[in-house]
């Protein structure tokens, strides 16, 4: 629930935080109020910084008040991603630049799985070459455009038959879908409504796989030819 926000915060354990364990809990407080949100004076944090006191509760009490929390003490969850979400805030304010340029490069590293091969490496080649002639797919120039292609190729032929497999979906009340005609006998209106429904449902299926293909395609031809060792993007 927390983990995007605490790594985007730089805590040191955002995937192990439980804000069941009191401890966790309370250290995770003061960590936000004297790394990120910083709302007290540093001579004024000393209630909130003694974690193992029976009083802190109330500390925290006042905290959440003093910072305009909507939550309380019992709500404890919801108090957390308020602060969290607070802390985001001022952190993004203070380094929005840095972040914004550190979500880039992951997604940059998201983006293209390709970016490390070495395309003029003799046993590329010669796999991209096999991988061709089984594909029966026409060569080009350039072997990553040829990896590429055949990447796509194998995408699309799990989905080539749209209606391989059995349609499911939620149950429909026929009466509710007017047939536009009526052949005389009330068991071949209600087969012609199905009919009529799943042809439908086929071509919704069909238009997303042209969308998803036509993307796909977009993708390749619209891709300028990058040398990623020098780190430039030109023809």
């Known amino acids: 629930m927390f983990r995007r926000k605490l790594t985007a915060?730089?805590?040191?354990?955002?995937?192990?935080?439980?804000?069941?364990?009191?401890?966790?809990?309370r250290n995770c407080i003061v960590w936000l109020e004297d790394q990120k949100i910083r709302h007290y004076k540093i001579e004024d944090r000393g209630d909130l910084r003694n974690i193992p006191s029976s009083e802190w509760p109330k500390a925290y009490q006042k905290y959440l008040q003093d910072v305009n929390c909507p939550f309380g003490v019992q709500e404890k969850q919801e108090a957390v991603d308020w602060l969290l979400g607070l802390a985001v805030r001022y952190e993004y304010g203070d380094n929005?630049?840095?972040?914004?340029?550190?979500?880039?490069?992951?997604?940059?590293?998201?983006?293209?799985?390709?970016?490390?091969?070495?395309?003029?490496s003799p046993d590329f080649k010669a796999g991209v070459t096999a991988l061709s002639n089984i594909l029966k797919i026409q060569r080009h120039d350039d072997y990553l455009v040829m990896l590429k292609v055949r990447r796509l190729l194998v995408w699309l032929q799990p989905h080539s038959c749209v209606f391989s497999s059995p349609l499911q979906g939620?149950?429909?009340?026929?009466?509710?879908?007017?047939?536009?005609?009526?052949?005389?006998d009330a068991t071949l209106n209600e087969a012609a409504q199905i009919l009529r429904l799943l042809h439908i449902e086929e071509l919704r299926e069909?238009?997303?796989?042209?969308?998803?293909?036509?993307v796909a395609v977009q993708a390749i031809i619209a891709d300028p030819k990058t040398d990623h060792r020098l780190g430039k993007v030109g023809r």
């Open 206 to 214: 069909l238009q997303t796989k042209i969308n998803e293909a036509i």
């Open 9 to 25: 915060l730089d805590y040191h354990n955002p995937d192990g935080f439980d804000c069941k364990d009191e401890t966790q809990f």
């Open 96 to 120: 929005g630049e840095k972040m914004k340029s550190n979500y880039h490069l992951n997604s940059d590293k998201a983006i293209d799985p390709l970016v490390n091969l070495d395309s003029n």
């Open 170 to 184: 939620i149950p429909v009340a026929l009466d509710k879908h007017i047939l536009g005609f009526d052949t005389g």
